[in-house]
């Protein structure tokens, strides 16, 4: 299993999300996967990102909440979470 670091930023990401009414619980049953090594499921459109984000990839916890994480070292480093508008400004 993945050791899993999350940045100061995904962490306030996450925080506005809950505000935002979103349940954590839905992010949570990614995150596990993600540690655990499983695919994804199609639902979640996992893809590897390009320009300012290559290196990182993303996925979609619902239609309008997205993940940016990476993984490396047997680590999964979790960016940033919040709607499109949120994190490509």
Do not use: Q
Not at 7 to 19: D, P
Not at 78 to 88: A, I, N, R, Y
């Amino acid at each position: 299993m993945r050791s899993i670091r999350y940045s100061t930023k995904f962490k306030k990401n996450l925080e506005l999300m809950i505000r935002r009414g979103k349940d954590v619980e839905t992010i949570k049953v990614v995150i596990a996967a993600l540690a655990e090594g499983r695919m994804l499921d199609r639902k979640y459109k996992d893809h590897a990102l390009t320009g300012n984000f290559v290196g990182f990839r993303d996925c979609h916890i619902e239609p309008d909440w997205i993940l940016i994480y990476r993984i490396e070292d047997e680590i999964l480093y979790l960016e940033k979470t919040g709607t499109h508008s949120d994190l490509f400004r």
